[in-house]
């Protein structure tokens, strides 16, 4: 049974920071990417970051780059976010996600496993 489990989530203040944290369990995902997507209301689910298994090799959303940072501990089966200097609009539910992309690697199709998410709220 796969199980990601979201952590981290919660109200910050514009400016602030927050780490979130994902936890899979039931196999090993070492050699899966490990990514994040956020929905804001109204709106679809987009790519927020994600790292491969291999090499450990990043992707950002250009709204997030200079601000997010997405690592992994593979011995945890973990993936974290470090989200700073936040902004009203990085308002979501934040999902983790877990896959072999097959070169969809900021797509959701290129996802197989899905945490339940977390909401982040950032007020102004």
């Known amino acids: 049974q796969v199980q990601l489990v979201e952590s981290g989530g919660g109200l910050v203040q514009a400016g602030g920071s927050l780490r979130l944290s994902c936890a899979a369990s039931?196999?090993?995902?070492?050699?899966?990417?490990m990514g994040w997507f956020r929905q804001a209301p109204g709106k679809e689910r987009e790519f927020v970051a994600a790292?491969?298994?291999?090499?450990?090799?990043?992707y950002y959303a250009d709204s997030v780059k200079d601000r997010f940072t997405i690592s992994r501990d593979n011995a945890k089966n973990t993936v974290y976010l470090q989200m700073n200097s936040l902004k009203p609009e990085d308002t979501a539910v934040y999902y983790c996600?877990?896959?072999?992309?097959?070169?969809?690697?900021?797509?959701?199709?290129?996802?197989?496993?899905w945490g339940q998410g977390t909401q982040v709220t950032v007020s102004s």
């Open positions: 996600a877990i896959g072999r992309s097959f070169g969809l690697v900021t797509d959701r199709r290129g996802y197989e496993y």
């Open positions: 790292i491969t298994g291999i090499g450990g090799r990043t």
């Open positions: 039931g196999r090993t995902f070492s050699m899966y990417v």
